[in-house]
């Protein structure tokens, strides 16, 4: 069943009913200012951090899920209903949300009024803009009471709903006209400010929020919209908020256009007031001025609709699989520029009150991301790179705002530093730009310690060459990849958090998983240093790789497949030995990619994935799942069967199996699994998936689970950047290489070719792959061996491929 449909020429999905099963929602803003907005106006804004500095506020747990956020009010009568059906949940003669890249639109009917909310972060501002068109349809004069509110948050979100006792004293509001300035704690240690304001004359306001609803209220009904009128509250403590009352009488077939402005400004130390507790509004001012009229609103909304026209067309294809060229040409690509702005941080499941950017997670999101715009994948890498330790061992996270490393979570997740090397050969693949080697990068951000980002690099090979255990194979540390499997943790404290866990000793449990990291990323290691002129360094690499690869060939090959660990007592994890967690998908991908065993190996391991870990949805984590609790394995085995790591679909690792696929030229198998859970491909099955069919989620229930088939977690996955790369770079095969792109397909039997337009360092490649006897490569006319076009400086390249 589907809720709505892809608009692909507008590049839009429209959802055509309020009930989605979830909040379905899109992202506002790509840089400093940004919103979550659900198909029913909900969400919330912050400015860079979604916990330091959050501009409004939301209740996580709360029921109705996703009320509060943007509230929009039509008093029509004796009606009040919202355009997005939510807060007032007035049922609607029409109701329509189309989500498009960076804006929100809402269509709602009621009673001969057409409400359009068109809600958007324009380029370069920081701040939200809300266009209201109220026309009059029917054949009467109306005269309408609309409101327009928003929920303040006092800046640090985790602060804001737990410290009651300070935060109910400090609230702070100023009203100017038709704007409510927010600056509460701004009299102290704070710079900056919010407002929210609209663009006519008010008839009334209110800013403190228990005033506005009153006594046993909620959203869906306050006092003051029912009674229709304000009652000028001025926000002391409590809860500040901004409710703007406007009065319009809109004729048969008039209609009115409001634009609200939600900003955030940060004024400088000197600069702060105007006068003694009176905040310098100057900025606020100009910002409102920018967006005071309707057509100032357009301009930024084409300009935003250009922008993203001109983003995309560095990758577009045409292919008989229209459900796979929507994913390619619109939203895996729109979820990679999300997933690289939030990492892991707000989503409507990642409360933007924990993790902050991870290194792991950060790293990945760049390989999806890093041929939309170079430069800031390029300011990512050194950011990461600078909460490393000098030892090669990292900070698992860091928080945007202040970019220093998260010091609750600490280091000892073995996998990470490897990640640094696979996101930079990536970022010098497409750009070329091998003078980011020498950039200097400080360890754990001190001043002074700053050396190449090569060094970098180096330290982090180091890192695993120097950490391993009994059997050769890297030590896992906390936890590699799979945050839940805790081999040296052992809790047995109810709550405790497993990756923190006191009771962690570095104890000698092995993961073949980042064997096959090593093995992958240290000929990619090895293959810049031969760029760079470091030809001994690149003979040493190549040592401790097949060293590892031995290791792994003599301990990490099951027989039928690779096992996944060792745990701290040298038994197995993921072996036929095991009677649960015989199987485990992630060193399947990492080790058939890496190239272990070779096809050989790769083939009988795919086999094994497939027969034991696939289902219709995808390939599980593992299998069988565990029944019980094990503190030998972790957190992995705390999951009810079917769930999360223990076994269900952790969409993330799937494209390793679909590129793993590709390594051993099997198209099928590679399309196969693509297919089973990329959205567009599951529209259809809406109702039980229930998250948003235009993004990935991270986890889709095992055969186990209660609910086999429904997805959680949507947005915020390495699975937006896996799946690009998958599909991208594995099945349609275009590969950015030092020395040129290289056009490798691996496409299913049921695709005969297919067109594609690649902007890659500054040349466009037009290229035509089709099937036929002649097999191979012509360059602008001419045949050119093997499959890489070399590097031109002409703007145009026409590539054609048969295969
Ligand atoms: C989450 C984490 C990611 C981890 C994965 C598997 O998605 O963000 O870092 O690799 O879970 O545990
Ligand atoms: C939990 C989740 C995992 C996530 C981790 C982050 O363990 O299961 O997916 O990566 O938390 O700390």
Not at 595 to 616: F, K, Q
Not at 621 to 626: A, E, G, K, N
Not at 777 to 792: A, E, M, S
Request: charged content about 25%; proline content about 4%.
């Amino acid at each position: 069943m589907q809720y709505g449909y892809f608009d692909d020429a507008a590049k839009e999905y429209v959802i055509t009913r309020a009930d989605t099963p979830l909040p379905w929602i899109n992202y506002l803003g790509s840089d400093g200012f940004f919103s979550l907005i659900s198909n029913t106006c909900g969400g919330y804004s912050f400015y860079k951090d979604a916990k330091l500095r959050r501009i409004t506020r939301f209740r996580y747990n709360n029921v109705p899920h996703d009320e509060g956020g943007r509230c929009f009010y039509v008093c029509d009568g004796d009606t009040v209903w919202s355009p997005a059906f939510l807060p007032a949940k007035t049922a609607l003669d029409f109701y329509r949300c189309r989500h498009g890249l960076g804006y929100s639109v809402f269509e709602g009917n009621k009673n001969g009024v057409a409400a359009s909310l068109t809600v958007t972060v324009p380029m370069h501002t920081d701040m939200e803009v809300q266009k209201l068109v109220l026309k009059n349809e029917s054949g009467a004069e109306k005269k309408l009471t609309v409101y327009g509110v928003s929920e303040w948050c006092l800046w640090n979100a985790v602060d804001d709903s737990t410290n009651f006792q300070r935060n109910w004293n400090i609230g702070e509001v100023e009203i100017e006209g038709g704007t409510v300035y927010h600056k509460t704690e701004y009299r102290e240690r704070r710079n900056h400010y919010a407002f929210y304001s609209v663009n006519a004359p008010i008839d009334g306001f209110d800013t403190d929020r228990d005033t506005f609803l009153g006594r046993f209220r909620g959203w869906s009904e306050p006092q003051a919209v029912e009674n229709r009128t304000s009652f000028m509250s001025v926000a002391a403590g409590w809860a500040p908020i901004a409710a703007l009352r406007l009065s319009l009488t809109l004729a048969p077939g008039e209609s009115k256009t409001l634009l609200f402005r939600l900003g955030y400004v940060e004024n400088p130390e000197d600069r702060k007031f105007e006068s003694l507790n009176i905040i310098n509004k100057e900025k606020a001012h100009a910002m409102l001025a920018a967006f005071d009229t309707e057509a100032q609103f357009d301009a930024a909304l084409d300009a935003l609709k250009t922008y993203w026209t001109s983003l995309l067309s560095r990758f577009t294809v045409q292919s008989s699989e229209e459900k796979l060229d929507r994913m390619v040409n619109i939203w895996n690509q729109y979820q990679c520029m999300v997933t690289f702005n939030m990492s892991r941080s707000a989503s409507y499941y990642e409360s933007g009150t924990g993790r902050g950017m991870g290194f792991r997670d950060s790293c990945q999101d760049l390989l999806g991301f890093v041929h939309l715009i170079p430069e800031r994948a390029r300011e990512r890498i050194i950011d990461i790179a600078s909460i490393q330790f000098a030892d090669g061992s990292t900070y698992h996270q860091y928080q945007p705002l202040t970019k220093r490393g998260n010091a609750d979570v600490g280091s000892g997740f073995n996998d990470d530093p490897l990640w640094l090397i696979a996101c930079t050969c990536a970022y010098i693949r497409e750009t070329g730009d091998f003078s980011i080697l020498d950039e200097p990068t400080p360890f754990n951000n001190e001043a002074g310690t700053e050396v190449p980002l090569m060094e970098h690099l180096r330290r982090s090979l180091r890192y695993t060459v120097e950490h391993r255990g009994p059997h050769g194979l890297p030590l896992i540390g906390r936890a590699d990849w799979n945050d839940c499997l805790n081999l040296n943790c052992f809790s047995r404290t109810p709550g405790e958090s497993f990756q923190t866990c006191s009771n962690f000793k570095s104890g000698k449990a092995e993961s073949v998983f980042i064997a096959g990291m090593f093995v992958k990323y240290g000929k990619e290691y090895a293959a810049l240093c031969d760029r760079i002129g470091l030809s001994e360094e690149a003979t040493d690499v190549r040592a401790s790789v097949e060293e590892i690869e031995q290791a792994t060939l003599k301990f990490g090959w099951d027989g039928e497949w690779f096992r996944r660990a060792y745990d701290a007592f040298e038994r197995p994890i993921g072996s036929r030995e095991n009677d649960e967690g015989k199987i485990f998908i992630e060193p399947q991908g990492f080790c058939v990619m890496a190239g272990i065993g070779g096809p050989e190996y790769g083939r009988r391991a795919l086999a094994s994935t497939e027969a034991l870990l696939g289902n219709e949805f995808g390939i599980e984590v593992l299998h069988p799942c565990y029944t019980e609790y094990h503190d030998y394995l972790g957190e992995i085995s705390s999951y009810p069967p079917g769930y999360k790591e223990n076994g269900s679909v952790f969409c993330h690792n799937n494209p390793w199996i679909t590129l793993a696929y590709c390594t051993v030229k099997d198209g099928n198998g590679a399309f196969g699994l693509y297919k089973r859970n990329a959205p567009a491909y599951i529209e259809d099955k809406s109702e039980i998936h229930r998250t948003e069919p235009y993004c990935y989620s991270q986890t889709i229930a095992g055969r186990d689970a209660k609910t086999y088939g429904e997805a959680k977690n949507a947005w915020l996955t390495g699975t937006a950047a896996w799946s690009f790369v998958a599909v991208s770079q594995g099945i349609l095969g275009i590969r950015p290489d030092y020395n040129g792109l290289i056009v490798d397909p691996c496409l299913p039997d049921t695709m005969d070719g297919y067109r594609l337009s690649r902007l890659f360092r500054g040349t466009r490649y037009d290229v035509t792959v089709r099937r036929g006897e002649q097999k191979g490569l012509i360059v602008n006319g001419k045949p050119v061996p093997g499959n890489t076009v070399p590097l031109t400086d002409a703007p145009v390249c026409t590539v054609e491929r048969t295969i």
